[in-house]
């Protein structure tokens, strides 16, 4: 089939080179840039996903566990905080929340001085389980920027996306 790819490796910069001869030349420069954020991110998730294959979670559930626990004891956010802290819609976090509470991840609940505001709060369980699988997968992505990167490569970029998320946010 004519236009298909058959190297992964190589789709990001077949679909530019396709945006090149079939768009004019400036789309594929503007277009460079977020498709390799894009692809970036999805080969950091498939390789994430592959460290926690012997626990059911998903991406989302992973991010809220880690942002739990990366806010200090005693580990509870609102769900409107972890909400976009992860970047979820409320719909997104609502399924998110009521799957690891189901699985004995969080524990959700109101103050007794005031009944209408909601709490989210890592249980001891989703602490444990974060804390063995969050060094787990930050050691695969480490290990794959550094087979790409060297050091100062790696600072580099990791400066000019901080400049560029802070220019964003």
Known sequence: MEGAISDSRNSVEARLDRIECNWHCDLAVQAA?????LRVRDILFQNGRKVMESVPL???????????????????MTPTQLASAV????????????GLETKGYIERFCFETDRRSKFVRLTGAGRELIETLLPK????????????LSDSEQAALNMLLSKLLTSLE
């Open 87 to 98: 970047l979820l819609t409320s719909g997104g976090m609502t399924k998110t929340l009521k």
């Open 137 to 148: 997968v930050l050691k695969n992505h480490t290990k794959i920027i550094q087979q790409a």
């Open 33 to 37: 840039i977020p498709i390799r954020l």
């Open 58 to 76: 998903s991406p989302s559930e992973f991010d809220v566990l880690s942002t739990l626990r990366s806010s200090g004891r005693p580990y509870e």
